[in-house]
């Protein structure tokens, strides 16, 4: 069955990075764009990034634009968010996900804090 296993959040201080992963599986991962969003505590979902099937194309939300890069990697079935320059802003629950006959598939999502 189609599985995304988030992973790679945590605490991290102002300013630091992290590279968040979601592993994918029960599809043929190659054929379909990839997507990172997140949820920060009492707002609504936000998209934060895509990348196309082939990694050719990419597309950032406007608040994490430059700071943000979405990678993937077809041989290994994962899709990557590095996070530079993190801020406060930046705290939620980040999801990978993708569309497949008409419907959305989600990950469980990974917690990323940033606070000193």
């Known amino acids: 069955q189609v599985q995304l296993v988030e992973s790679g959040g945590g605490l991290v201080q102002p300013g630091g990075s992290l590279r968040l992963s979601c592993a994918a599986s029960g599809f043929t991962f190659s054929n379909y764009a990839m997507n990172w969003h997140r949820q920060a505590p009492g707002k609504e979902r936000e998209w934060v990034a895509t990348?196309?099937?082939?990694?050719?194309?990419?597309a950032y939300g406007n608040s994490v634009s430059g700071r943000f890069t979405i990678s993937r990697d077809n041989a290994k079935n994962t899709v990557y968010l590095q996070m530079n320059s993190l801020g406060s802003e930046d705290t939620a629950v980040y999801y990978c996900?993708?569309?497949?006959?008409?419907?959305?598939?989600w990950g469980q999502g990974t917690q990323v804090t940033v606070s000193s």
């Open positions: 990348i196309s099937d082939s990694g050719a194309s990419t």
């Open positions: 996900s993708f569309y497949m006959n008409r419907h959305e598939y």
